[in-house]
Nanobody
Framework: VQLQASGGGLVQAGGSLRLSCAAS????????MAWHRQAPGKQRELVAT???????YYADSVKGRFTISRDNAKNTVTLQMNSLKPEDTAVYYC????????????????WGQGTQVTVSS
């Protein structure tokens, strides 16, 4: 199973970016798909997550500005980021939890490579 993230870049404060992540492989199901971020000198933090039945969670710092969505049929997750602030600058990672691979009973968690988001003031 591999997760491929894309969509990062440089944007001015107040602007928008859309991150996408696609999981590939012999995937039967995925429980939760999420976005995390890590700013320089800080710990990685959870930004938003969506369960396979559509429930969502957002960090307080992004509520009202970011929207997570997923396509269960395509095993993709996106993060629409609006009203970006300089403090949103970080490397963003997508994450798939509880991934069940076809033919295997156990589940595992996977991470994509990070994508850099830089918000200039």
């Amino acid at each position: 199973v591999q997760l491929q993230a894309s969509g990062g870049g440089l944007v001015q404060a107040g602007g928008s970016l859309r991150l996408s992540c696609a999981a590939s492989g012999a995937i039967f199901s995925i429980n939760d798909m999420a976005w995390h971020r890590q700013a320089p000198g800080k710990q990685r933090e959870l930004v938003a997550t969506m369960t396979n039945d559509g429930s969502t969670y957002y960090a307080d710092s992004v509520k009202g500005r970011f929207t997570i969505s997923r396509d269960n049929a395509k095993n993709t997750v996106t993060l629409q980021m609006n009203s970006l602030k300089p403090e949103d600058t970080a490397v963003y990672y997508c994450n798939a939890e509880g991934v069940r691979v076809r033919g295997f009973a156990r589940t595992a968690d996977y991470w994509g490579q990070g994508t850099q988001v830089t918000v200039s003031s």
